[in-house]
C-alpha cells in the first residue's frame, strides 16, 4: 500500500519512470493540453467537473510523492488585461500547499510564451489536466533527486 498521498496509478506509473529534470505539467480546465505538450509527454486526464479535482489539490498529492526542484507558474503578460490585478489569488493557495509540504520553494512565474516552450520541452512527461476554473493556475514542476 502507497504511503503518500498520490494513488492515481497512471500518475504513478508516469512518475516512477521520470528522473531528474523531468517536467510536470499540473494544468488548469483552460489550458490548451492536447496542443501544448512536450513530445514525450504523457495526459491524465482529471479534469471531473468544473472545479474538480483543482492545480492545488494535485499540487498536494504530487508533493507528497516526488521530490521537486522547482515550481513555476504561468506568469502574466504585462499587456493582458489581468495584470492590473496583481498576482492570481491561487498562487497564495500554492504557497499555502508548499509550505504545508515542508518546502521551501518560491513560486517562479515563466511569462506566459516562456511558459509554453519549457512545457513543450523534451524533459516533459506528464501532463495532468485538472477541472480548475481559477485564472492563471497552471504549475510546472521540474522533478528533483531523492536525498535518501
Known amino acids: 500500500m502507497l504511503k503518500h498521498e498520490l494513488i492515481h496509478p497512471k500518475i ?54 516526488v521530490a521537486v526542484d522547482a515550481v513555476n507558474t504561468m506568469g502574466i503578460p504585462a499587456d493582458d488585461p489581468y495584470a492590473r490585478h496583481g498576482e492570481p489569488p491561487v498562487w497564495d493557495e500554492y504557497r499555502q500547499v508548499l509550505k504545508q509540504s515542508r518546502s521551501r520553494l518560491k ?27 481559477a485564472l492563471w493556475a497552471n504549475v510546472l514542476l521540474t522533478m528533483g533527486c531523492r536525498q535518501s
Open 107 to 133: 513560486l517562479e512565474p515563466i511569462l506566459k510564451w516562456d511558459f509554453y516552450k519549457a512545457v513543450e520541452s523534451p524533459d516533459h512527461v506528464l501532463t495532468i489536466q485538472t477541472g480548475d476554473q
Open 12 to 65: 504513478n506509473e508516469i512518475l516512477g519512470r521520470a528522473g531528474h529534470h523531468a517536467k510536470i505539467l499540473i494544468a488548469d480546465g483552460n489550458y490548451p493540453a492536447s496542443t501544448k505538450k512536450g513530445p514525450h509527454a504523457e495526459i491524465v486526464c482529471l479534469n471531473l467537473s468544473p472545479g474538480l479535482v483543482t492545480v492545488a489539490q494535485t499540487l498536494r498529492a504530487i508533493l507528497s510523492a
